[in-house]
């Protein structure tokens, strides 16, 4: 696979945990950064997640394939005018709602260079500093509608993912964000519901310090997600969210009137529903 | 620390976990097994959890030190009874709850050989095979009521709970059921509660499977928990659990409030409040 001069702009988690493995694998011959914060550009310098800093203006003279790994909302604005200015470069995105992005640029003329891609891995950490080696590695990644992109593009896009160990599937966006709706969104919105539940109720800190459980650090680790991700994701993907935290309520409810009603045997059904679970997550 | 004769009631995850802790400490002269299924006494002793496998009603004859590590329901049926037959050993239990149990003995004549501890780990296994080493290191355990127990009994619990590295926390049984509501019973039940929504929602048992991320694990890892030890548990803790579940719907609608009036400003201080849990969880 031959190198490419890669832009990355979005030098945070994703995009440099990105670039660590991208600079391991040798698929670079140049890592370049944008970001919109100086002080992450001075990080991904510093940590060498990339060679050299840019701006927006000439990415697309400096490089020949441009990740976007920055807020969804984010993606939405940049995408179309770095279209405009692409000749024979590839663009991918790796945002985690798809229908609004791949609608966005659905009719432009250079829709073939763009690859929409959802690696499905990431922590509740945001930055360079948080950028770990091998994130990627044996994980998931969807590519949306992929008959809309050109046989070049997606074939250097496919060999990227599968040389820093991502195993590929393959949906339209409507279907992923769907998907995506219930195997991750609705989680951070249990997590951060579940912090506000706990900082309400609990107003002695050094009690839920002392007594918290690897069970409750793993149902709150979320909770520590950054907002400026977040809110876009739930902003684009608003209708299969509700819809999927609709269905949450109704079965919290179901536990509570369980508790109510002193119902001890639907809860024990309720809870081995839950364990069905187990054929899903080992 | 003088080795005593130490029975283990319950021979599982707690229980077994415990007695592989408690043998590599030296503490036990001989440990005694005790466990309502032949098949989890089979397995304890070819782990080598315990050296010998005794009854409920010969324990108390065998064993200086007895630990009960059952679900809780079955604690309160066997304690009184216990501690009928007790002269001067030492009777503990590890229940996840405490008001009942401490409750149900508080005006027995034995009721000094008994101490109270909740230690705060736990997996969402469960049996003698999940039993793993070192489980307690670092962790803390809650004794609650200390002032009802012997002034020995409570010297030789505190001195073990030291020896396998758990730091100790003294609690009244009300305080300790109101925390652990908090901080570990509502964790389950909106982790059972998110796998049943996922369960129902996502009929597609390959797509949760490929694109379920490490962030649905860990929020839906506590729904694999065993039903016979946690209906017991809200049983129990019911007032103080429907306290918090009830906030914890409260909060959720405020993110589906914000969802439906796409108010994004209101849901970005939702998710910031919801990190201020950074402060407690590293």
Known sequence: MERKKIAIIGTGLIGGSLALQLNEKG????????????????????RGLVDE?????EVTEKAEVIILSIPVDQIVILLPGLL???????????????SQLTGS???????????????????EYSGPAAAVHGAFENKAVILCNVEESDADALEWTKNMFSRIGMHQLYMDAQAHDLHAAYVSHISHITSFALANTVLEKEREDNAIFELASAGFESTVRLAKSNPKMWV???????????DVLNEHISQLRKFKSCLEKENWEYLEELINDANKIRRIIK
Chains 1, 2 share one sequence.
């Open 27 to 46: 698929l670079a011959s140049k890592l370049i950064g944008v970001d919109a914060s100086p002080e992450n550009e001075r990080v991904a310098l510093e």
């Open 232 to 242: 876009p994701v739930f902003k684009q993907n608003r209708e299969n969210v509700l």
């Open 84 to 98: 405009d200015k692409v000749t024979d470069q590839i663009v991918i995105d790796l945002g985690s709602t798809k």
């Open 53 to 57: 800093i840019t701006s927006i203006a």
């Open 105 to 123: 640029v659905q009719s432009h003329p250079k829709r073939g260079r763009y690859v929409a891609a959802h690696p499905m891995w990431g922590t």
